[in-house]
Each structure stands twice: as C-alpha cells, then as structure tokens.
C-alpha cells in the first residue's frame, strides 16, 4: 500500500473515531440539557469536590463532542471527554470496575471504557487530515 493511501486510511479512521465518539456523547449531551445535572452535585460532594464542577459535563458532553466533530482541538476536546469518563468513573460506576453484567455477560464498564480508551487515542493520535485543525 502506498504512503498516500496508508496515510489516508487512518485520516478516515480518526475521522471515523471522532465523529462516533461525539455521536455518543452528544446523547448524553442532550439528555443532561433537558435533565440537568444537579444529581451530579451529590456523587462530588462525596468526594469532597465541589458540586460547580457538575457544570463541567455541559463542556464534555456537548462542547468537546462538538470540536472533534468539526476537528478543531482534538486533542483537547477528546482530554476533556477522557477526565470526564474519569469523573464518571470513578463518582458513578466505581462498583461496577470489577463486575461482569449479569444480563448477558460483559465487563461493568465496558462503555464508559470504550469511551474513555477512544477520548485518549484521539488525545495521542490528534484529528487527522479531516479537521479544520489538523494537528490540533
């Protein structure tokens, strides 16, 4: 395979990442701006973080879904989307880490990894070619 069409592929590949990831998130994105996120402020409290910090899932949930979509710091937008899954991680999911889902089998995170594995691969790999800012 040639450099040019190598070089191509894993354009369309990060275009490919970008544009799934944003989708989902921006699911979640929506679902936060007609419920809001006060029930956030509870799980950070726990922890000792501030309850404004659940404001925070408005910019990782629809802001940075939005910049890998148009390709505009990736790198950035997917860092925000990986602290985010963090967050979750660890204020919401923390007993599911180690749990097998008892309908169907299936690691307990296994999305919220997915997300979070996806966010950091576009944080190393940047947007590619198809971004308004393609190293970013």
Do not use: C
Not at 80 to 92: E, K, N, S
Request: glycine share 14%.
């Amino acid at each position: 395979m040639s450099p040019s069409l190598r070089s191509s592929g894993t354009d369309v590949g990060l275009l490919v990442l970008r544009v799934g990831l944003a989708a989902i998130l921006l699911f979640h994105g929506a679902y936060k701006l007609t419920h809001g996120v006060d029930w956030i402020k509870g799980p950070l409290g726990h922890v000792g973080l501030p309850g404004f910090l659940a404001y925070g899932t408005y910019v990782a949930e629809l802001v940075a879904p939005i910049m890998l979509i148009v390709g505009a710091w990736t790198r950035i937008g997917a860092l925000v989307i990986a602290i985010d899954m963090v967050m979750a991680l660890v204020l919401v999911m923390r007993p599911q880490i180690l749990a097998i889902k008892p309908s169907g089998g299936g690691w307990g995170i296994e999305l919220e990894a997915l997300i979070l594995l996806t966010a950091l691969a576009l944080v190393f790999a940047g947007g590619g070619r198809f971004s308004v800012v393609p190293n970013g």
